[in-house]
């Protein structure tokens, strides 16, 4: 091997090495959105100091589209209102991103049953 390629080749490792770690950075903090569904209940909500805006951190059973369940921690800037259903769109690392109320017909059917034996 000549001593001018293996600079190269280290260059060439180096920049694949690079590349899939923003590759991966960028799906984790980007990447396809997940979906999780809950119930609101503000005797699980907690104010907490003032950041970014949110004022209120719940910790809330979530459920998926299939009914599997999992915790779910997420903040709001104000309370909300007690029993409304919750559509919550989560990101790899970053968690829940977006949320919006849903009337319980809306939820996928095992996702509103699983919810709804509480």
């Not at 001593?3 to 991966?24: C, D, E, N, T, W």
């Not at 059973?61 to 779910?72: C, I, L, N, R």
């Amino acid at each position: 091997m000549r001593a001018r390629s293996k600079p190269l080749i280290a260059l060439a490792i180096a920049a694949a090495v690079a590349a899939a770690l923003v590759g991966a950075a960028g799906w984790a903090l980007y990447g396809e959105s997940g979906y999780a569904y809950v119930r609101i209940d503000n005797a699980q909500a907690s104010a907490i100091e003032p950041r970014a805006g949110m004022k209120c951190e719940y910790r809330l059973e979530a459920v998926d589209a299939s009914g599997a369940k999992s915790g779910m921690t997420f903040q709001t800037e104000r309370e909300l209102r007690d029993g409304a259903y919750l559509k919550l769109e989560t990101k790899p690392l970053r968690g829940v991103v977006a949320w919006e109320e849903q009337a319980p017909e809306e939820l996928p059917d095992a996702a509103r049953a699983a919810l709804e034996e509480r």
